[in-house]
């Protein structure tokens, strides 16, 4: 079947880094969002891949492996204020010729400490 | 910068109720959509639609109807709230294309008691 599949939560230390994890199934991949969702507010848009490797957008980081089903996102330099839900979504073009409709995770919440 | 806007932001209704909800987007997006965010769940597409008059199920269908009367106006009727569809609300909207980045609005917080 398909899904998409991250931890509940995560804890990480301001000044360092964290890594949000992401594995996801569907046969009709077509690219994979992140969205960071601070509490009482909408998903805001962080990064799109669909090439296998790393992609480097200075605070957040983006790596695809499509082979492995599985992404990560990575904040560098942590902030307290980067305390938020991950949310990872998978795009599968099954669903349309432009493939837009979005498989959510559950989401990942960051929280930063001192 | 893209605008999506819900009505009402929050809304508290009875077993049995009727429900709309309201979403307007002012960037002439072609695509708009309805998730409900529950705890555990995530976000789940309850319906989207790629342009006026146009309508397509998404994963969590059932006891929803969706309308788009125009590019800007997307509405999702719940004609029989069960407490079951107690949830967050978003809409969302989308230019189209893979790749695009997904808008949403705030969302609506509806209780159905």
């Known amino acids: 079947g398909q899904g998409v599949e991250q931890p509940a939560k995560l804890m990480s230390v301001e000044g360092t880094f964290a890594r949000v994890n992401c594995t996801y199934s569907t046969s009709g991949f077509n690219g994979l969002s992140w969205y960071q969702q601070r509490e009482g507010q909408a998903p805001v848009f962080l990064s799109y891949?669909?090439?296998?490797g790393l992609k480097d957008s200075g605070h957040f980081s983006t790596f695809l492996s499509r082979s492995n089903g599985y992404s990560y996102l990575l904040l560098t330099e942590l902030q307290i204020k980067d305390s938020a839900s991950y949310l990872c979504a998978v795009r599968d073009r099954r669903y349309g010729s432009s493939g837009n409709k979005l498989i959510f995770g559950i989401g990942t919440l960051l929280s930063v400490k001192p | 910068e893209a605008a999506v806007t819900q009505s009402p932001r929050n809304k508290v209704t009875v077993t049995g109720g009727n429900v709309t909800l309201s979403c307007r987007q002012t960037?002439?997006?072609?695509?708009m959509y309805w998730y409900r965010q529950d705890t555990g769940h995530g976000l789940r597409l309850i319906h989207y639609s790629y342009g006026a008059g146009n309508l397509q199920i998404g994963d969590v269908p059932d006891g929803y109807k969706a309308t788009r009367t125009t590019q800007e106006d997307f509405f999702l009727l719940l004609e029989l709230a069960s407490p079951s569809q107690t949830s967050l609300y978003f809409c969302a909207s989308s230019p189209g294309g893979a790749g695009t980045e997904v808008f949403f609005g705030k969302g609506t917080r509806l209780t159905v008691v």
């Open positions: 891949v669909v090439l296998d």
């Open positions: 960037n002439s997006h072609n695509y």
